[in-house]
């Protein structure tokens, strides 16, 4: 998430939870301290399809705390201290893509750990053509890529990891 007066809970200091590898909450943390010690925390992950069966990817901002400038094959970001992960999908929806009201399907949830970041997520699928908004800044550019020419479209780009570790196998590519 972008780091923006517009935003503030997503300053250094907004508040998150760290877990365990289960999920269960050891403390609370700053962002700041999340991020500077690598520290375990709770995330959520949505991918939106189009009708046609198109998977909607976007570049995030080069003002991201991580991987600033990079593709992401999933909407989503840090759960809230407290969250459920169907509100924290539909709040990461309506904040980066201007979707409300949609319907999102639960996909799974699994522990993803690299040199960058450590977070327990749960993942969710929606439906959509749009029409999206951009206009909290996190999304700077966007396409449809087809279901079946992911993998492709993945060599050619610099992608999260974390949301093509926990997202893309959940992902019923003959939707």
């Given at each position: 998430?972008?780091?923006?007066?517009?935003?503030?809970?997503?300053?250094p200091?907004?508040?998150v939870?760290?877990v365990?590898?289960?999920?269960h909450?050891?403390?609370?943390?700053?962002?700041?301290?999340m991020?500077?010690q690598?520290?375990?925390h709770?995330?959520?992950?949505?991918?939106?399809?189009?009708n046609?069966?198109e998977?909607?990817?976007?570049?995030?901002?080069?003002?991201?705390?991580?991987?600033?400038?990079?593709?992401?094959?999933?909407v989503?970001?840090?759960?809230a201290?407290?969250?459920?992960g169907?509100?924290?999908?539909?709040?990461e929806?309506?904040?980066?893509?201007?979707?409300?009201?949609?319907?999102?399907l639960p996909?799974?949830?699994?522990?993803?750990e690299?040199?960058?970041?450590?977070?327990v997520a749960?993942?969710?699928?929606?439906?959509?053509?749009?029409?999206?908004?951009?206009s909290?800044g996190e999304v700077?550019?966007?396409?449809?890529?087809?279901?079946n020419?992911?993998v492709e479209?993945?060599?050619?780009?610099?992608?999260l990891?974390?949301?093509v570790?926990l997202v893309?196998?959940r992902?019923?590519?003959?939707l």
């Amino acid at each position: 998430m972008a780091q923006s007066a517009a935003h503030p809970e997503n300053s250094p200091h907004e508040m998150v939870e760290e877990v365990d590898r289960d999920g269960h909450v050891v403390r609370l943390v700053t962002r700041q301290q999340m991020r500077q010690q690598i520290i375990r925390h709770r995330a959520v992950f949505i991918a939106v399809v189009s009708n046609a069966n198109e998977l909607l990817v976007h570049r995030r901002s080069l003002s991201k705390d991580i991987w600033p400038g990079w593709w992401d094959v999933a909407v989503g970001g840090v759960m809230a201290p407290g969250e459920s992960g169907l509100d924290a999908a539909q709040r990461e929806l309506a904040e980066e893509v201007g979707l409300t009201g949609v319907d999102v399907l639960p996909l799974g949830s699994g522990t993803y750990e690299d040199p960058n970041v450590k977070l327990v997520a749960e993942s969710y699928l929606c439906r959509s053509d749009g029409p999206f908004t951009f206009s909290d800044g996190e999304v700077t550019e966007t396409a449809w890529v087809p279901l079946n020419q992911v993998v492709e479209w993945l060599g050619t780009h610099q992608v999260l990891p974390d949301s093509v570790a926990l997202v893309l196998p959940r992902l019923p590519m003959g939707l």
